[in-house]
């Protein structure tokens, strides 16, 4: 549905009866529940296929309702005043006494948070009376959904509602970082590390991998369009794919140009719509030429690393 305010109201309401909805983000979609409700959560879980020791992201308006179920500390309050609302989740330990169900956190004292720039989400928050766990809205292991079209492509009638945004601005998810104690980097996103590590002041160590997971983004397969991907390939072979940085005079039908310009900003925005695109036109495997590794260029090959797994 287009995002005004009646429907922005009509989603509360399937959310208040414990279902999941899809809305819009700078980032991704994301398939959102009340993030207070087992009942809800499980629904994202079973709808997303997503294995239930992967925790969730939590949407929150601001910091007022955020103190009610996380401890706040210095790290976190200076990456706040100067990034949110925005692309950046921070990992902050638990209350005890918090109502955030644990299904959401696979029962662990931590909690990935969020503060979403997106108007609709960001509206939708304001009248509510819980957070929001809000997942990317895809099939786990799968492509994210950057247009509401990609949510009704994943799901069906598996979800009810979704609030259309327009294309998501940013079109990766969000930079995860992790302020229990010394600020550290679990993924890569749509903020550079660069800027973080600015503000923080001392180059952050970068835990992509771990084997506890404690919050989402983390696992080695991800981001997948399903087909095999290879990566830093100078020439498609016959019939591939062949996923191009900037435009060029080779207009074969084969290519797909990721930015018209050499911007990785736009290629970051524009790498999950090709993918399935490429998939949706019948390709059996895709190239992509070499990114360059810095600032959003880093992001973006993370992504690839993990869809080449497949």
Do not use: W
Request: proline share 5%.
């Amino acid at each position: 549905m287009k995002s005004n305010q009646s429907n922005i109201k009509i989603a509360k309401k399937y959310l208040d009866k414990n279902m999941c909805i899809g809305v819009p983000t700078e980032t991704v979609y994301g398939l959102a529940a009340n993030a207070y409700s087992d009942t809800a959560v499980k629904k994202i879980f079973k709808i997303k296929k997503r294995p239930k020791s992967n925790p969730l992201i939590v949407h929150y308006p601001n910091i007022k309702n955020l103190n009610k179920d996380c401890y706040i500390n210095n790290h976190f309050l200076k990456l706040h005043k100067k990034f949110c609302p925005g692309p950046i989740t921070f990992v902050l330990k638990l209350k005890k006494n918090s109502m955030i169900s644990k299904l959401v956190t696979n029962n662990k004292k931590t909690l990935a948070v969020r503060f979403p720039r997106h108007p609709i989400i960001k509206n939708l928050l304001k009248i509510i009376d819980y957070p929001l766990a809000a997942p990317s809205a895809n099939i786990s292991t799968k492509v994210s959904a950057v247009e509401a079209k990609d949510v009704k492509d994943d799901f069906g009638k598996k979800i009810n509602y979704v609030l259309d945004g327009g294309k998501s601005r940013i079109g990766l998810e969000s930079t995860i970082i992790d302020v229990t104690n010394a600020p550290k980097v679990l993924r890569l996103g749509g903020l550079e590390i660069s800027r973080i590590e600015k503000v923080i002041g001392k180059k952050l160590k970068r835990i992509i991998n771990p084997k506890k997971k404690n919050s989402p983004g983390q696992s080695r397969l991800h981001y997948s369009p399903g087909i095999p991907l290879r990566t830093n390939v100078k020439s498609p072979k016959r019939n591939e794919a062949y996923l191009v940085l900037k435009k060029n005079k080779k207009r074969k039908l084969n290519y797909f140009y990721l930015s018209k310009k050499n911007n990785l900003k736009e290629a970051g925005k524009n790498l999950y719509s090709l993918l399935r695109i490429i998939k949706k036109k019948g390709y059996k495997s895709i190239a992509v030429e070499k990114i360059p590794n810095i600032g959003i260029g880093q992001s973006i090959n993370d992504r690839l690393k993990r869809a080449s797994k497949f």
